[in-house]
Each structure stands twice: as structure tokens, then as C-alpha cells.
């Protein structure tokens, strides 16, 4: 049976939420979320965790003096294995810094039930398409092809499943005649960019609380 969403405590200025957001690429998301947080907020990031050590996201964490780790799949040869080390690794860390909220931006790593089990209602990830229409990495492409009029975002709390968990908030945004993958891609991360904030605003005002 899955274990319920146990959501974050209500924040306070005084102790803002400790997130750690996960990346693997460009790690825009995380450079919005950010900015956002120029200024006190009920929620602060404390860690940053990349699987790919190149990923160009790490640079917006040094630049802002976070705790930024590239963490890669360790070199062993059995696959589950690895993966599970992997995860220990990452959940070692997060401990280490006190995490009370993940924030998967871009994260491209599927999460085991084990772990997802752990932190249920304290991982929350964003996704490029009106879940649950076009789970999964290619959202864009799966939008265009179906020839929908509307995609946009969704923000859920993560469950074991890929992108079912409880969704949270989704904006649309309208899908042109001749829109190409990188045009809808460019245009929705546009969008994200506020929501993603703006949600993690509210996680840690506790407005989800009462919706439970
Ligand atoms: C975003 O579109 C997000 O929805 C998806 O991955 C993309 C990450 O982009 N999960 P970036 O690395 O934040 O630029």
C-alpha cells in the first residue's frame, strides 16, 4: 500500500523551509527559483545535487555560495545496484543538511519506491505538460505529435509512479500552428519559471495543508 503524503511543516521567516533542489542540465528552473529567493522567503536552498558532473546548473550554486555536489552514478556493474547506492548517497546528504523539501528541476532520474517511501510529500517536481497527458521525458514532442491545442506545466508532489503524484498547480499555454519542440519548450519554460516559485511559496505557507 503507499505510504500518504506527509506534506512539510508550515515555514516561518524566522526558519525558512531548507530545500535541496535536483538537477542534471541547464538548471534554469534552479536559477529562477533563485532569483526568487533574493529576498527573504519561507524557504531557502541550502543544497544543490547534480547526477552529471557537467551539468551547467551547478555553476548558479557555487556563484550564490550554496552547498553544490555533483553526485554520478557510482562505476559498479550491476544496474539496481547502482542505482540504489546512488540513492543513498544523495539521501545521505540531504540529511546531512537538514533537507525538508526536494525540489526536482529537471531532475532526470526516475526515484526508487524506496526512496520516494522516505520523503513522501516533501518531493515535488515540475513537469512540461497538463498531467496527465504526456508523462514522461519527452513531453513536448508527445504534445506536438498528439496535436493539442493547449499543453503547459504541472507542479505534483512526487509519488512512486512517473509524473502521477498529486498534482498541486498547472497553468496552459496555447500550442500554435507550426510549434516546434524548442518553440513550446521555450515558451513553457517561460511559464514554470513563475510557477515553480510561486508553489513552493504556498508548500511552505502550508496552503496545501488544508487540501490534504
Ligand atoms: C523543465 O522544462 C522541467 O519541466 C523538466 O525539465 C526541464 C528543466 O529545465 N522537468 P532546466 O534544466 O531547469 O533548464
Excluded at 64 to 71: E, G, L
Excluded at 117 to 145: C, E, M, Q, V, Y
Aim: aromatic share 4%.
Amino acid at each position: 500500500m503507499e505510504r500518504p503524503y506527509t506534506l512539510p511543516r508550515i515555514a516561518s521567516l524566522d526558519k525558512p523551509l531548507r530545500l535541496a533542489v535536483l538537477i542534471s542540465g541547464g538548471g534554469s528552473g534552479l536559477e529562477a527559483l533563485l532569483n526568487h529567493q533574493e529576498i527573504p522567503r519561507l524557504h531557502a536552498t541550502k543544497l544543490i545535487i547534480s547526477d552529471n558532473s557537467n551539468a551547467k546548473g551547478l555553476d548558479y550554486g557555487v556563484k550564490k555560495n550554496i552547498n553544490t555536489k555533483a553526485i554520478p552514478l557510482p562505476e559498479i556493474p550491476d544496474k539496481i545496484e547502482q542505482r540504489i547506492l546512488h540513492e543513498s548517497l544523495v539521501h545521505a546528504e540531504l540529511i546531512k543538511s537538514e533537507i525538508e523539501l526536494i525540489v526536482l528541476s529537471g531532475y532526470m532520474r526516475i526515484l526508487t519506491h524506496s526512496f520516494v517511501t522516505k520523503w513522501k510529500g516533501r518531493i515535488i517536481n515540475i513537469h512540461p505538460s497538463l498531467l496527465p497527458n504526456f508523462p514522461g521525458a519527452n513531453a513536448h514532442r508527445d504534445a506536438i505529435n498528439a496535436g493539442v491545442k493547449l499543453s503547459g506545466c504541472t507542479v505534483h508532489l512526487v509519488d512512486s509512479g512517473v509524473d502521477t503524484g498529486r498534482i498541486l498547480e498547472q497553468i496552459e499555454v496555447e500550442v500554435s500552428p507550426g510549434e516546434t519542440i524548442q518553440t513550446l519548450q521555450n515558451k513553457i519554460k517561460k511559464i514554470e519559471h513563475k510557477l515553480y516559485p510561486r508553489v513552493i511559496d504556498s508548500l511552505s505557507e502550508g496552503l496545501y495543508h488544508s487540501k490534504s
